[in-house]
């Protein structure tokens, strides 16, 4: 667990532990007792005797001269290094805990723009040095700023009239320069001025900022928008709401594409990834209060700040201090954003909400709950709220976090949207602030933290490793009533702002569709499977599981099929084998060499007509080359999504 002292000498961390002990002996004994009405039964108690449970207020967030200068620091060490990824992620730091307009803003911006005129990123080295020069740039170093824009203009069109104009600004600046360096970067000019004259062939420049276009698609579901009419929802007790295919499906068809209702990004994506829209920024430009985010541009600063960060980037410096954990932003700041933006929703009123809220646990037709005017709407926090969120863990060590996380982040939550005024920095008796407005955000962050459990989709980008994609944060998405199987039918993937399904087999009309929530029957034992499911609390009943099937190799197949069949099928095996490994060894280069992304539509053209083949070859769809052939269509259509470039 991280945290700083604060000035009194109080510790953030001890507070936290003491309040966590606390609520434990409350917590405990109740849960064991009845599970269902435990929370409220826990708010009860907590606040008729709290007298040992205090709150700390934090102080409002603040940029810092100290952390940036720590993280330029940092990355000045690491460029010399040449570790430029690393060297860029510190730059990035400076950026966004310099103060707006600062000097250190402006050293932040330029020394980063360093890093990405070595990568011949120029587009993004030029925006850098704006910025740089938008804050207090000092005189005497900006003759060399003007220098490296005039290179990075040069590099992307030899003909700009802007590269004349620059170079004379950086002569005008060498005066203003300290003295004995005056002369070198005169030198330096003049040789410049004579290579204009003679301009010799076109500098490699990178450009790494792609716009993903999204494919034609026709969303004409009638119910779930972002869908289209293929699939359609339904109600049984035994599934709950499922998605049923309303006509044969092929693979690799797309199904949806849908906007999330928002999305985070992973912790340790936080300086790589616009805040807002998820997309790599290389030259992002900081939130204006708080050092905790970054953004592509000031349109998503913008629209992010209107739609929940002027309530989250209060809480987040202060939740970022109280804990460590890895999962912070899916288990803490993920159930607070949907708070924000369902509270934003109800106009800022806790009355309007809570109607809003009652509106739809009312609604008692699974078929009906959630809908707006007969659609999930993606742009309703009521179309998410109507998904499942029983708490249904056994585990008290989990709700006792989940607890702990709902009371503190409740807590904040109250002081910055004004429902509890309390002075910055001093203990609070919980008990004290256990008003009705305070029970019932606390009770509907607890909620919103198992609605993210149960229902949030994980992004996972290929970044050139050989797990073939690493997860860079989550959404959610209304009406995509998936179930879990072992042997998934569909998969999804991340276009700029949109969430795809796409199927990976071939689909019956009238079969349920099934996604896997993480196990897949090639990759893990049935034990290994149920023990992974586990946070959805739930038995897998997926054929594979229900019969203990286990992947059929080529001794069980061998009588399936004639030896022609085999030979052929087989062949395909090794060669789709070969060349995915190949893809996702060079995806990343080849992106970053060339400046687009691979063109894998031949390659998925021939994939699906595998797939068809071992699909219609073995009834059993354990058989191996089964699994195969599906796997392989997955992980290329992985492989088309934007990946997460390293600079290094
Ligand atoms: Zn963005
Ligand atoms: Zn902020
Ligand atoms: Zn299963």
Redesign the pocket.
């Given at each position: 667990m991280a945290g700083h002292k604060h000035k009194d000498g109080i510790d953030d961390i001890s507070w936290f532990d003491n309040l966590l002990l606390e609520v434990k002996k409350v917590a405990e004994p109740i849960f064991k007792e009845n599970k269902d009405d435990f929370l409220k039964n826990m708010l009860e108690t907590l606040s008729k005797d709290s007298s040992e449970c205090v709150l700390m207020n934090p102080k409002a967030p603040s940029k810092s001269i100290e952390t940036s200068c720590h993280h330029r620091k940092r990355g000045n060490i690491l460029f010399k290094m040449n570790r430029l990824d690393q060297a860029l992620e510190e730059y990035t730091k400076s950026v966004a805990y310099a103060p707006s307009g600062s000097e250190e803003c402006a050293l932040a911006f330029a020394n980063r723009s360093a890093v990405l005129f070595k990568c011949q990123l120029m587009s993004d080295c030029i925006s850098d040095i704006k910025n740089a020069l938008c804050a207090n740039y000092p005189d005497n170093l900006k003759a060399k700023l003007y220098h490296r824009k005039m290179c990075c203009l040069k590099a992307l069109n030899p003909r700009d009239p802007l590269i004349n104009k620059t170079l004379a600004k950086a002569r005008s600046l060498v005066s203003k320069m300290d003295q004995d360096k005056q002369k070198a970067m005169m030198d330096v000019l003049d040789h410049e001025t004579r290579n204009l004259r003679y301009p010799r062939e076109k500098i490699n420049c990178h450009n790494w900022n792609f716009e993903d276009t999204v494919p034609a698609f026709d969303a004409n579901n009638p119910v779930v928008p972002g869908f289209c009419d293929a699939i359609e929802m339904k109600y049984s007790p035994q599934y709950g709401r499922h998605m049923v295919a309303t006509r044969d499906i092929k693979p690799g068809e797309l199904l949806g594409l849908q906007k999330p209702y928002t999305r985070v990004v992973a912790d340790h994506m936080r300086y790589k990834l616009c805040w807002h829209c998820s997309k790599q920024t290389w030259s992002s430009i900081p939130c204006n209060t708080c050092g905790e985010v970054v953004f592509c541009s000031a349109v998503c600063r913008d629209e992010a700040h209107k739609k929940y960060h002027y309530i989250e980037c209060w809480l987040m410096t202060a939740l970022l201090a109280y804990d460590g954990h890895t999962d912070i932003m899916e288990r803490f700041i993920f159930p607070l954003r949907l708070t924000i933006m369902a509270y934003k929703e109800a106009g800022n009123s806790m009355k309007v909400l809570k109607k809003n809220l009652e509106t739809v646990d009312a609604e008692k037709d699974p078929m009906k709950k959630g809908l707006v005017n007969g659609k999930f709407d993606p742009s309703k926090f009521s179309s998410i709220y109507c998904m499942e969120s029983t708490p249904r863990s056994d585990d008290f060590d989990i709700i006792l976090f989940t607890i702990l996380h709902s009371l503190i982040g409740g807590f904040l939550f109250c002081i910055k949207t004004g429902l509890h005024s309390t002075e910055e920095n001093v203990p609070i008796k919980l008990n004290t602030l256990m008003n009705d407005n305070y029970k019932f955000i606390i009770e509907f962050i607890y909620k919103n933290m198992w609605l993210i459990t149960y229902n949030s989709s994980v992004v996972q980008l290929p970044n050139g490793s050989h797990d073939i994609a690493i997860d860079v944060g989550s959404l959610m998405t209304p009406g995509a009533f998936f179930n879990?199987?072992?042997?998934p039918m569909i998969t999804h993937g991340n276009f700029g702002e949109y969430f795809t399904t796409v199927s990976i087999c071939p689909i019956k009309k009238g079969e349920q569709i099934f996604e896997s929530y993480g196990?897949i029957?090639q990759d893990e034992s049935?034990v290994e499977?149920?023990d992974l499911?586990k946070t959805y609390n739930f038995t897998?009943?997926?054929?594979?599981?229900?019969y203990n099937l286990e992947p059929l190799f080529l001794d069980d197949i061998q009588s399936m099929v004639t030896p022609k069949e085999l030979s052929t099928i087989m062949k395909k095996v090794e060669r789709w084998m070969v060349r995915v490994d190949q893809v996702t060894e060079e995806l990343t280069s080849y992106v970053k060499s060339n400046n687009r992304k691979m063109d894998l539509s031949k390659d998925i053209k021939q994939v699906i007509k595998y797939v068809e083949q071992a699909w219609s070859m073995f009834p059993q769809k354990n058989a191996f080359p089964v699994l195969e052939a599906v796997n392989k269509l997955q992980i290329l259509l992985t492989m088309l999504q934007t990946p997460i470039l390293c600079l290094d």
């Open positions: 879990h199987s072992c042997a196990p029957l049935k499977r149920q499911l897998c009943d997926c054929n594979a599981c229900k």
